[in-house]
């Protein structure tokens, strides 16, 4: 039986990652993603810190927009398009599940297929 070890995986695309990116600021480009947060569930805390901290260390951007709960469905539409539009981001990731009162199904569909970091509109395209 062979073993496996994760540590060896995880340092073995760490490294390749910060080569990729040093390459990248090279060329005047620093790898952002957006992450959109609605509401305070901790989970989605706990995974944000997650998410900046290994951005940071891999030498990349993570910004967080962080939207109450009660937020529109125009508010979150107008931030995914506003995000679609910027240039600086490279990546959008939305927390989900969205509350109960937002659309999943027209973020889906609104959110720019080269950024969807999670594949939100895969399916639906």
Known sequence: MQELRGIPVVNSLNDKLATEISALKVKGI?????????????????????????FANGNALADVVMLPSDVTQDKLEEVVTLLNNDNSVHGILIFRPLPRNLSEEKIKMLIAPE???????????
């Open 30 to 54: 620093v790898p952002k993603l957006a992450v959109v947060r609605v509401g305070e569930r901790e989970d989605d805390i706990a995974y944000e810190k997650g998410i900046i901290k290994r």
């Open 115 to 125: 950024k969807d970091v999670d594949c939100m509109g895969v399916s639906s395209r």
